[in-house]
């Protein structure tokens, strides 16, 4: 018979906060994990996307209009790319095997800005040849390297969620925060404003707003502008639910122990009532952000959003609205696989939060 | 002077037709130091005119028609909002019958009693070399800024401002306050939440303390424990406290007098020892026999093989006839004429005055002498 296991002392417990125990609950999911892993890959790409991008964004190859993606063979001790050949026709291309050119690491190439700050020539990968041009997703209509824009594309598409829930939310804790607190009148005055907000077709009403801005402001504006459109339609509901945890949570005995040691009201909302529907605002942000990457992407589909040549996934699926091309060069919907991944990345990642912030599933 | 006086006080909750009286003319007075005691059946109003002295009730549905609340011979009825701030947890502190909920769960114990300093005493927090008032004038007078900066220095070290809140929790009887600072809410014991409580409510230095049942939430040994530390406490601060509870057997043991509530009503206020040993109100006395008493025999006590003696015969504790009267819905008359033992008609044709009877006992029944 075996000897029986020594008995550890159980782990001390004493000194874990709830976000510790919250980390823990976290880690043991493994989908959720997952889900997180892929959005760290996909925000450090997009902080680096210049560097690790072979091409500028705005860099058009004449000569490869529908270029097909071109991966990188083994050869002796080189990954090399091949030439390709136009055929006459319509963009049909013929790899020449036997005329590569090894990719070269730390290429200097199309000029970009690190963070915006730091000029820099320097790729990660590159030929250093543009005839021998390495185009891992293909090249769209105007000859533009598809991977390239996708990166430079998923800064403007993962930022914009991050940014839009960061405004979004801000505003509707504290206004929902507000109005569950101080109820009366006040609550009922906020929340007719909410429900005005969202009775609105929030499509629509994207569209007129962004009718009321001129045409022609710069990518930066435009930007902005989605942000400021979004977090406008999507606070009310956010505002919605924290009303709801306000009303219930303000009837709690330490929001009476807070005011009789004679705090403020606003820090007493600040202070005691939002940090406490924290674990249901994670949640819910993480739940969110997906509406805000597709917002976006929805309204530079439709050309409202971010403007050529400046990549956006969304704007770099209007390509893909012709099915002719699609047909032809299916690479164009690489945008939409890399939208389709990163809401699900989110969802893992949200449904894992909500599950590790519910203790009941312990 | 006082520390506090209430006058006539009356409360109702809701406004015109739909008011309900809550408290109808409670008066009561409270001295520098002295502990007085608040007992009653739930829902008579005790826990209202406590809440009351520092406006805490919230307004509406809260509507003071009448009386005022002087303390330190000011009208807290009166108060603006930014007064009203001062006060709480300035003058009165309050703690609470449930210790885990009155903590805020998701921040560790030693910021919350941090909060109770930053609003009344941020001195504390800035360590032990804040210049003091008198020191003023002497030597370089630090620049507004230069005192910002340093402010800011000292806030990273951060060190200097535990050692207050430490100071507070080792005076409230918790082992280990430097661990323990860092603990959060739901990592203590309930006895322990309550002397967290404590020492919030300390933080400030309130000259009145009101405790509201602090021990009706915890076990026996753990309640004495607590008043025992409320009691050393009010003796070394010489704060006064006011104490709710419906346990009689606190009242012995803590409280200089004793006010007995009754449908929003003080039908009994009296020194708290003369109180226990001679009740004069038939609902003191009724409320007293309802106590069960060790020593008294009773149907539980029967399994004894000698024979009951003929004081020890097991007799039925005592309950109060009927319902306390529903808020709004009071009897005419004397509001506990209806249960009332010596209750005689002319009661419920007139509800009687609280009338000093003794020397210092106030009651209200004209029929006291009644046994």
Redesign the interface.
Known sequence: METATPITTAESK??L??WRLFWQRLKRRRIAMFGGVILIVLYLVALFAGFIAPYGYQRMDNNGFFHPPTWPRLKGFHLVVPRYEELPGAYHYRALPNDTKPIRFFVHGDPYKLFGLISSTVHLFGTGDPNYPVYLLGADQFGRDEFSRLLYGSQISLSIGIIGILLSFMFGMIIGGISGYFS?WTDSFIMRFCELIMSIPALYLIISLRATFPPGMSSAQVYLMIVVILSFIGWASMARVIRGMALSLRE???V?????????HLKIIV??IL??T?SYVIVAATLSVPYYILGEVVLSFLGVGIQEPNASWGNMLTAAQNTEYLKNYPWLLAPGVAIFSTVLAFNFLGDGLRDAADTKSL | MNLLEIKNLKMDFGKNADALRAVDGVSLTIGTGETVCLVGESGCGKTVTALSIARLVPAPPANYVGGEILLNGQDVLKMSNGQLREIRGGVVSYIFQEPGASLNPVFRIGNQIKESLKLHRPEKLRGGDAPSPNSRGEGVTPTPLRRGVAATLRGLLKKSSDAEIIRLLKLVGIPAPESRIKNYPFEMSGGMQQRVMIAMALASEPKLLVADEPTTALDVTIQAQILELLHGLKQRLGMAILLITHNLGIVGDMADRVAVMYAGQIVELSPAKELLRRPLHPYTRALMNSVPKLGRATRWGEATDEPAREDARPTRLQAIPGNVPRIGNFPPGCRFAPRCPIAKPECSQKNPDLVEVEPGRFVRCPFWKIE
């Open positions: 004493a000194t906060s709830p009366g709690q005995q330490f009476l122990a807070a005011r009789a040691l004679g705090q403020k202070r005691h940090p406490n924290f």
